[in-house]
C-alpha cells in the first residue's frame, strides 16, 4: 500500500467537542499504526461564523490531548486560487455553469455527469446513493462550498483515507461525483457510527456534550479522555476494555476493530476511567496537574504526602479542593464526642504521650507508629475500630477517607498531638 496520508479537517465555528476530538484521535491512530502522515486543515471558508478564537481552542485543546500532526495547519481561506482553477477544469469539461442561488445572487454549480452509484466505505462497504442533483461548488462571494473544498484540498494533500463521522455519508456522495469529474480516485472513506446518549438519542449536553475545554476545565485528565473516546467506535480483539494511554492505543490500535454501529457516551465510565488514570500517575505528576485547581498552597514539605492521602478518592481534578480541606481543615471535636465509646478517652491520651516529640518525616515513620498503637490496643482488649475511628475523627472529623497512616503523615506528629488533645479535653466535657 502507498503511503497512508489521513487528514483531519474542522471548522473553526464552535469548540471542539468529544465527536471533533473522537475524529482527531482515530486519524491520529490510523496514521501512526501505518507509519503515515496526519495533516490538520482548517475549514474556515464560512466567513460569517469562523472565528480565531474557536481556531485557537483548537488547536489548544487538541495539544492539552496529546494529538500533534505532521502538516499543517493549512487553512482554505488561504487557498482561494486552488479552488479557482478546479472550478475552471470542471467549467471546460461543460460540468460547471452560473446560476442564481437561493439568494438571488449568481454562483458557479457542478452538473454531475452522473446521477446514481456508489463509493466504498471501509466499514460499510459498497454504500450507493441516487437522485444527486447540482449543487454550488464556488459562492457568490467567491469561497468554495464545504464539499467542494474539501474533495480539491484532499487531491492536493495526496489523501489516502478519510476518516469522520456517519453524519457526513450525505456529503460523500456529492464529493465522490467530485473526485471522478476531477478525474481522480476518491480515497477510501471511514464513517464512525454515530456518538448516542444513555437513552439512544443523539447527545445532548444533558448527557455530557460538553466541549473539551469544559472537561479540563472540571479536572477531567487528557489520558482518561483520549482512552475513553478510543473506547467509542473501537474494541479490544478478546473484547474487553482497554486502559491505555496514547501511546499505548497506538502500539495496540487494530483498525480493523473499528465498527460502523454508535457508540453510547457514557459519563460513569468515563468518570471511572479518569479516577484509574489519576491513580495511575507518579505523585509528582499528580502534584502539578492538581495545581491549578487549589485554593491554597499544600503544606510545604509534605505536599505529594497530601496528594497520595486524597489520591484514591479523587474521580476529578476538581476534588481535590474539597478533599483537601477534609484533610487538613479544622476539626470541631464538640460535634462527635458525645458519639465515642468510653475507651476514647484511653486512646487520645495514649495517642498523645507516643506522639509528644515524635518525628513523623516518612509514611514509613507513621506506617511504624500505626503499628505501635494497634499493638497496643489489642494488649489493653481495645477493638481495633473502636481504636482508629475515633482517631480519624480527632484527625479530620471525617467518618471515612485515607488510611490512618497517611493521616498521620500528612499532619505531623505536633497538629495530630494538638488535634487528639483537642478531642480528648471534647470527650471529657461530653
Do not use: C
Not at 109 to 133: N, T
Not at 232 to 258: I, Y
Amino acid at each position: 500500500m502507498s503511503e497512508v496520508r489521513v487528514r483531519f479537517a474542522p471548522s473553526p465555528t464552535g469548540l471542539l467537542h468529544l465527536g471533533g476530538a473522537r475524529t482527531a484521535l482515530f486519524n491520529y491512530l490510523f496514521a501512526h499504526h501505518n507509519d503515515g502522515t496526519l495533516i490538520l486543515r482548517i475549514e474556515d471558508t464560512d466567513r460569517a461564523r469562523s472565528r480565531n478564537e474557536f481556531e485557537h481552542d483548537l488547536l489548544e485543546n487538541l495539544g492539552w490531548l496529546g494529538l500533534s500532526f505532521d502538516e499543517g495547519p493549512y487553512r482554505q481561506s488561504e487557498r482561494g486560487e486552488l479552488y479557482e482553477r478546479a472550478a475552471a477544469r470542471l467549467a471546460e469539461k461543460g460540468l460547471a455553469y452560473e446560476a442564481q442561488d437561493e439568494d438571488a445572487r449568481r454562483a458557479l454549480y457542478f452538473r454531475p455527469p452522473d446521477r446514481a452509484g456508489s463509493f466504498w466505505d471501509g466499514l460499510r462497504g459498497e454504500v450507493p446513493y441516487s437522485k444527486v442533483g447540482d449543487f454550488v461548488i464556488l459562492k457568490s462571494d467567491g469561497t468554495p462550498s464545504y464539499n467542494f473544498a474539501a474533495v480539491v484540498d484532499d487531491l492536493d494533500m495526496g489523501i489516502t483515507h478519510v476518516i469522520r463521522g456517519e453524519e457526513h455519508i450525505p456529503n460523500t456522495a456529492r464529493q465522490a461525483l467530485l473526485y471522478r469529474a476531477l478525474g481522480a480516485k476518491e480515497p477510501t472513506f471511514l464513517h464512525l457510527g454515530l456518538i448516542l446518549g444513555p437513552d439512544g438519542k443523539k447527545l445532548s449536553k444533558r448527557h455530557g456534550a460538553a466541549s473539551i475545554a469544559d472537561y479540563r476545565r472540571q479536572g477531567y485528565l487528557p489520558e482518561a479522555l483520549v482512552n475513553y473516546l478510543a473506547l467509542l467506535g473501537w474494541t479490544h480483539s478478546e473484547g474487553k476494555e482497554e486502559f491505555a494511554g496514547l501511546e499505548e492505543l497506538v502500539r495496540k490500535w487494530d483498525p480493523s476493530r473499528l465498527g460502523a454501529s454508535p457508540a453510547i457516551f457514557d459519563l460513569d465510565r468515563l468518570l471511572s476511567l479518569n479516577a484509574r488514570h489519576i491513580r495511575r500517575l507518579p505523585a509528582g505528576e499528580l502534584r502539578r496537574r492538581l495545581e491549578p485547581f487549589l485554593e491554597e498552597p499544600l503544606p510545604q514539605g509534605r505536599e505529594l504526602q497530601v496528594v497520595e492521602a486524597i489520591r484514591e478518592d479523587m474521580r476529578l481534578l476538581s476534588d481535590a479542593p474539597r478533599l483537601v480541606g477534609d484533610l487538613l481543615g479544622p476539626v470541631d471535636p464538640d460535634a462527635f464526642a458525645g458519639e465515642l465509646p468510653e475507651s476514647s478517652e484511653e486512646v487520645f491520651a495514649h495517642a498523645a504521650e507516643t506522639l509528644d516529640g515524635r518525628r513523623l518525616d516518612s509514611l514509613e515513620d507513621a506506617q511504624d507508629l500505626v503499628g505501635e498503637l494497634r499493638a497496643w490496643a489489642k494488649e489493653r482488649g481495645i477493638r481495633t475500630r473502636d481504636l482508629l475511628h475515633p482517631l480519624r475523627l480527632a484527625l479530620t472529623g471525617q467518618n471515612r477517607g485515607p488510611e490512618m497512616a497517611r493521616l498521620f503523615a500528612v499532619l505531623g506528629a505536633e497538629e495530630a498531638r494538638e488535634r487528639i488533645e483537642s478531642a480528648r479535653e471534647a470527650r471529657l466535657r461530653a
